[in-house]
């Protein structure tokens, strides 16, 4: 099993800070009593033990000025050595800490696009020209018990079922194919504008990626876009959104040509938690990254509350935990 821990920094008055306000309170306190002090010696005539008490007094002053720059300072000037609250700054996303609990077999021949759990079955999206299909795979083999090839004109992208009705995305070629869950007939096709990357669904409406930061949310019985949301993080805008997977009220997304998914608010656009997996490929099977690619696929079973991760010709499925959490 693998875990990831979180971090987080804590803003706090350091010790430094509090010694260079006190010394040059002191030094500003100082210089300029003994001046107004001196001026009056000069103006009034004072006498040289009097003005010697006053420097004294202003000394002991001056002595306490480092204490009370210390307690206005307060707590924070004090390390804390407790565990962090894994409370992000700076409205940057939280670390997700998961943990790789299983692994099963992948067809490496499989560049996967879609991944999705429906009534205890795996479906998969493949996709590349001449290679893209549509499959039922097994999810103790790795292999596909049922599946149709998609047209050579075509590349595959993400699929979402809603309905008994199986939704693929193309990449370039602006068409949606729809399918019967179970026997895989073609029942209609969609036309769009721009690529189809990612697809998941809320229940009510479809859920796409194009690539850029938008998600589109579509009429499942036209494809008519409803409305756009932006995906953002505390640096902007996040683009190459990819493979989706709509869990508990929140979308989780791969990024091209990353191997992190992000948690996505579907209300407001705005990622709200990430989780990193590098060395994934390295650890599991490092004898495959010369094929390996990114990771991309995403499933939950929401029968067995499952959650499974897979990439581009990746020979392994992971089971993984953390993600899901609300």
């Known amino acids: 099993m693998e875990k990831r821990n979180n971090t987080h920094q804590t803003k706090r008055c350091t010790d430094n800070r509090i010694e260079k306000n006190a010394n040059y309170l002191t030094i500003l306190s100082f210089k300029e009593v003994t001046t107004l002090f001196s001026v009056s010696f000069a103006t009034h005539n004072l006498n040289v033990s009097k003005l010697n008490l006053m420097k004294k007094i202003i000394n002991k002053i001056a002595f306490l ?75 103790a083999t790795g292999k596909s018990v049922q599946k149709t090839p998609l047209d050579k004109k075509y590349f595959g992208e993400g699929i979402t079922i809603l309905n008994n009705k199986i939704y693929q995305l193309t990449w370039k070629e602006k068409t949606c194919f729809v399918y019967d869950a179970k026997t895989f007939a073609k029942l209609k096709e969609f036309s769009y504008d721009g690529e189809g990357w990612g697809m998941t669904n809320n229940g009510k409406q479809l859920i796409n990626s194009d690539g850029s930061n938008n998600l589109y949310f579509r009429d499942p019985e036209t494809f008519k876009v409803l409305s756009i949301i932006g995906v953002s993080d505390n640096n902007g805008p996040v683009g190459n959104v990819n493979e989706l997977e709509y869990i508990n009220g929140y979308i989780l997304a791969n990024i091209w040509q990353s191997d992190v998914i992000i948690k996505i608010d579907p209300e407001s656009g705005k990622v709200i938690a990430k989780a990193d997996f590098s060395g994934t490929k390295e650890k599991y099977f490092p004898e495959s990254l010369d094929k390996a690619e990114v990771l991309n696929g995403i499933a939950y079973d929401s029968t067995t509350k499952r959650l499974f991760i897979t990439g581009k010709y990746w020979p392994k499925i992971f089971e993984v935990k953390g993600l899901t959490d609300k």
Do not use: M, R, W
């Open 65 to 139: 000025i480092p204490f009370f720059a210390f307690v206005a300072c307060g707590t924070t000037g004090v390390k804390n050595d407790a565990p962090s609250n894994n409370t992000p700054t700076a409205n940057e996303p939280a670390q997700i800490q998961y943990t790789i609990t299983n692994q099963y077999p992948h067809d490496t021949s499989t560049y996967t696009e879609g991944l999705e759990f429906n009534n205890g079955k795996l479906y998969e999206s493949g996709g590349q020209y001449g290679n893209s299909k549509l499959a039922l795979v097994d999810l």
